[in-house]
């Protein structure tokens, strides 16, 4: 069965809570792009260690590969199976 992206983007991505997500992800990989730490197109992710996309300090960001950060289900109650410490 194919992707439904209009349907995905009404039910859940459209939602203020969500936009606000994913503004502080993208906020936080051009934190660490202007730091050097990560580059356009290496690869990698910019992990939230604590899980929580709003909190940027620098403590809680890492840089891990892509396959180690989408290592787990996307459920309230997955816990990742990779720790990013």
């Known amino acids: 069965m194919a992707r439904n992206y209009t349907s995905e983007y009404k039910k859940y991505q459209k939602k203020q809570v ?6 502080s992800r993208n906020a936080a990989r051009n934190l660490l ?8 197109g290496d690869g990698k992710d910019v992990a939230h260690k604590n899980g929580n996309p709003r909190d940027n300090r620098l403590k809680n960001l890492a ?5 180690r950060n ?9 816990g990742k199976l990779h720790r990013t410490s």
């Not at 840089?63 to 396959?67: G, T």
């Open 18 to 23: 969500q936009k606000k997500n994913r503004a």
């Open 33 to 40: 792009m202007k730091s050097g730490r990560v580059k356009k």
């Open 63 to 67: 840089v891990v590969r892509k396959s």
């Open 70 to 78: 989408r290592s787990y289900p996307r459920t309230k109650t997955a």
